[in-house]
Nanobody
Framework: QVQLVESGGGLVQPGGSLRLSCAASGSIFSIYAMGWYRQAPGKQRELVAAITSGGSTNYADSVKGRFTISRDNAKNTVYLQMNSLKPEDTAVYYC??????????????WGQGTQVTVSS
């Protein structure tokens, strides 16, 4: 019922920047929280950053000071600005959203993932 579409991944050199976007669509009544997770080869998926509808944010220690999460509630879109990228940031990045659909049911949805590769 709710689809998430990510964009903005790619190949970047160490120290560079990328901006990820994730747009939610479908029978959305409200979105409580949106976030970005990542999964590197051979590792578990981990939270990178999350933001509530009120704007409260939470970041993994490894990205604090380098990544910034933001959202446009009117567009049901969340962004992740990634600066000073490091090779260890290389992973597939997934968007996540939790909220309520028009019918009143809660939902939790994931995007398809976008590859971020940091390499010289």
């Amino acid at each position: 019922q709710v689809q998430l579409v990510e964009s903005g991944g790619g190949l970047v050199q160490p120290g560079g920047s990328l901006r990820l976007s994730c747009a939610a669509s479908g029978s959305i009544f409200s979105i409580y929280a949106m976030g970005w997770y990542r999964q590197a080869p051979g590792k578990q998926r981990e939270l990178v950053a999350a933001i509530t509808s009120g704007g409260s944010t939470n970041y993994a220690d490894s990205v604090k000071g380098r990544f910034t999460i933001s959202r446009d509630n009117a567009k049901n879109t969340v962004y992740l600005q990634m600066n000073s990228l490091k090779p260890e940031d290389t992973a597939v990045y997934y968007c996540n959203a939790d909220g309520r659909v028009v019918s009143g049911a809660d939902f939790g949805s994931w995007g398809q993932g976008t590859q971020v590769t940091v390499s010289s």
